[in-house]
């Protein structure tokens, strides 16, 4: 069976610093290979085409996935014709995915059009998956009731100690962790620094970091194999 997947990319290209942003080319590279033998993938993102990479992990990350990803014809066919998300219909996926990278939690944790999105993704019982900072995008996500379908979940995302490292919160509005476990009520789940951690909680997958972006990939087909 093939099966369907929708990466949700952010569309912002500068963070609030003015520092170049984007999207994350190891938490959408290595997700997208693991999962290209076993899916049609379709990209989005809330401005539609072309949306930005972060132009410092094309550097940080120089893997032979990253760097083919960032040359791959039908990648950047796909990049090119990016839906945008008013445009997709969730009951066309078996599952979205949310690639990382600062610019996530600029865009895709306040746009009114994802927030529309995932939660019909999620009402509709299908998987739901991010990695680092791409976990931003589920935060306004809502249940049949309403609720935040986050809250009382556990979870994994970016951890305060790595953005620090980073040396970029001043790019971002708030920590992700501080937001999932203050705001949002979930459960969070850190390991440490830069070690893969991939959460797996009913159908929502979450990974902390770009080394945990092939895991999340894998645990998706594990999901979606069930499907069958």
Same mark, same amino acid.
């Given at each position: ?32 290979? +693991?999962?290209?033998? @076993? ?56 599952? +979205? ?91 969070? @789940?850190?390991?440490?620094? @830069?070690?893969?951690?991939?959460? +797996? ?14 895991? +999340? ?12």
């Amino acid at each position: 069976m093939k099966y369907s997947v929708l990466f949700v990319f952010t569309s912002v290209d500068k963070a609030l610093s003015g520092h170049q942003t984007g999207w994350c080319l190891a938490e959408a590279a290595h997700p997208y290979y +693991v999962l290209a033998p @076993h899916a049609s993938i379709d990209f989005a993102s809330p401005a539609g085409p072309n949306p930005p990479v972060d132009e410092e992990s094309t550097h940080q990350f120089m893997d032979d996935l990253c760097q083919g990803f960032l040359k791959d014809e039908t990648v950047k066919q796909k990049l090119a014709s990016a839906m945008k998300l008013s445009e997709v219909d969730p009951a066309d996926y078996d599952a +979205v995915f949310y690639p990382g990278g600062d610019g996530a939690v600029i865009d895709l944790a306040s746009d009114p059009a994802n927030a529309k999105l995932v939660s019909e993704f999620w009402r509709m019982g299908k998987i739901v998956s991010a990695v680092g900072h791409g976990v931003a995008g589920l935060m306004q996500g809502t249940d049949a009731k309403g609720n935040l379908f986050l809250s009382g979940r556990t979870v994994t995302a970016l951890s305060d100690v790595e953005e620090e490292i980073s040396k970029k919160t001043k790019d971002l509005p708030w920590l992700i962790e501080d937001k999932l476990r203050e705001d949002i009520g979930a459960k969070y @789940h850190k390991v440490h620094v @830069h070690d893969p951690n991939i959460v +797996v909680d009913g159908k929502l997958v979450t990974g902390q970091n770009p080394a945990s972006a092939e895991g +999340v990939g894998q645990a998706v087909v594990t999901l979606l194999k069930q499907l069958d």
